[in-house]
């Protein structure tokens, strides 16, 4: 759903909406209130056309809370703030959640129940509806056993004790429940709607219902324009001024520029080239997120050569050592982009004992210095096992980013140069094509992405688990799975041995190298001096405009 992602940030789609552009344009005018609502429209780009606006099948959520609004909502500094919810109250064993709902409608008027909140999950867990992300209901009673077919998505844990009371069960205590009641995933959906359209449902923006500040609307399906227009029925209506933000896909950076000079869009997200030539421009704005980008490996390949190779550890290792990060940071990106320690990136989460960085307690690895010499050691060693001489990868990246090409010839240069007998071949598509190849199993090495779903390493730490949806490279290692099982079960209700936990789990996929990271994204922005207001995340829905205005 790119519209509601994770920047892809880039891919996952998490990782493209986030390259939508993203935010409000407009223009207020003192001692007028009929003019001044009326130019509160923000003008933004998006980088792909919208996918679907079915809540339940999203493949990111990263402008998601502006359209549908759960329990709770992100508010500054990733705090949780007033949603659905009017109070909460946990059982002393922390099993047990209860919610009691304020007075709210959908975007149609509907009042919105305890029961939309139920449907909405049991429709969303249901194996039948293929949630790429339904992993996150994980600790919610019966949820894992639903989404592996073992039991009826009615037997999940949650229940509406009468329309405004809704009760959550969970099998475990989940330490960053309350920050996950703000993702969009949880929101309710409206049966009534959805039983009404049918196989229609969601095919347009007049075929879905919204709970948040804004709906959707001019959307048909196929067309590269469409608005968030406010919400006349939001409960909190009183706050939002923006009364329409204007999306249109602009596939390239060059272009969207040329749309900011014109005054045609107001923030766009900047190509590590426009980064380093518009450093001293008064508009330029950076809004961090928590993402990694990566190279993912697929460990079930079709092809019985190349899933020797790349399940050959010391092959892997070589690939990680032959890059030089310092260089692909400074040089090829220039745009402030960090060097990862490991595989959770630097400023999600901080020790709850120690309150030191989780990124920075595992020193930095050795596989993130470059050596050519140790690189070429561990390429010598790793044929040697595998018994082949010369190696052909093929190397798949999205084409909707437009840091992508010079990313992808980089590491097809250096890894060449580094080691001997290796041939990179470079595939570039349509992010959606990438996920769609990515899922079926149709790659050897991708360039991907990752953002934070919440400010917790386990939003990263989720990914390399044999059952995760978003593991399509299909890495298994089963003293991994046991440290997050083990953090997410035994140790959930102590925080510093679950701390702990995370920390060897992360560890041991950094000297495994299930996957390679490469670097710690850094956005940056041109933005209109007029937008004041708009809220940003590092994880999560990172991209609130309930209180953007335009002056």
Request: hydrophobic share 35%.
């Amino acid at each position: 759903m790119n519209f509601l992602q994770k920047q892809v940030k880039r891919p996952r789609w998490e990782l493209l909406l986030l390259l939508m552009g993203l935010i409000l344009g407009g223009f207020l005018v003192k001692n007028t209130p009929v003019q001044a609502q009326s130019r509160q429209v923000l003008h933004l780009s998006a980088t792909a056309p919208l996918d679907t606006i079915d809540l339940a099948k999203a493949s990111g959520y990263g402008q998601t809370g502006n359209v549908f609004e759960g329990l709770y909502r992100l508010g500054k500094k990733g705090q949780v703030t007033a949603g659905l919810a009017q109070k909460s109250t946990k059982s002393a064993d922390g099993l047990t959640w209860t919610f009691k709902l304020r007075p709210a409608r959908w975007s149609n008027g509907d009042k919105i129940t305890a029961q939309d909140f139920v449907y909405s999950w049991r429709r969303t867990i249901n194996p039948k509806t293929k949630a790429q992300y339904a992993y996150l209901f994980a600790g919610i009673k019966n949820a894992e056993a639903i989404s592996l077919g073992k039991t009826r998505p009615q037997t999940l844990g949650i229940k509406a004790l009468d329309d405004q009371t809704l009760e959550v069960q969970l099998d475990r205590p989940i330490a960053y429940f309350k920050i996950l009641m703000a993702y969009p995933l949880f929101a309710p959906q409206n049966q009534r709607v959805v039983k009404k359209y049918g196989s229609k449902f969601a095919l347009t923006s007049s075929k879905q219902v919204y709970s948040g500040p804004f709906k959707i609307t001019g959307w048909s399906g196929n067309n590269n324009t469409w608005q968030f227009t406010k919400n006349p029925y939001y409960w909190d209506r009183k706050k939002v001024k923006l009364q329409k933000i204007k999306y249109s896909v602009v596939p390239d950076s060059s272009t969207s520029y040329n749309l900011y000079q014109t005054g045609k869009l107001d923030l766009i997200l900047l190509s590590s080239d426009q980064v380093r030539n518009l450093k001293s421009s008064p508009d330029m704005r950076h809004y961090p997120y928590s993402m990694m980008y990566f190279i993912k490996y697929n460990f079930q390949n079709s092809n019985s050569k190349k899933k020797k190779i790349l399940n050959n550890k010391q092959l892997r290792l070589a690939i990680a050592q032959a890059v030089n990060r310092r260089e692909l940071t400074q040089k090829v990106l220039g745009d402030g982009s960090l060097i990862p320690h490991g595989f959770v990136p630097q400023g999600l989460a901080n020790d709850p004992q120690s309150g030191k960085d989780f990124a920075q307690q595992q020193k930095r690895p050795i596989w993130s210095k470059y050596n050519a010499k140790q690189a070429r050691s561990h390429w010598r060693k790793g044929l040697r096992q595998t018994g082949y001489h010369k190696v052909q990868l093929t190397l798949l990246a999205s084409s909707d980013e437009a840091d992508n090409k010079m990313v992808t010839q980089y590491l097809k240069a250096q890894l060449e140069k580094t080691l001997p007998g290796l041939t990179i071949n470079l595939r570039q598509m349509p992010s959606h094509s990438v996920e769609q190849a990515q899922q079926a199993g149709r790659f050897d090495l991708a360039l991907a992405a990752w953002g934070a779903d919440f400010n917790d390493p386990i939003s990263f730490l989720q990914i390399p688990l044999r059952k995760t949806a978003y593991n399509t490279g299909k890495y298994a290692n089963s003293q991994y799975d046991h440290l997050i099982n083990q953090a997410q079960n035994a140790d959930a209700n102590d925080p510093h041995k679950r701390w702990q936990d995370l920390l060897a789990a992360n560890k041991l996929l950094s000297a495994d190298q299930g996957f390679t990271p490469l670097y710690q994204n850094n956005a940056n922005y041109l933005q209109k001096k007029k937008i004041h207001g708009i809220i940003h995340n590092t994880a999560g829905t990172q991209w609130n405009y309930k209180t953007a205005y335009l002056k």
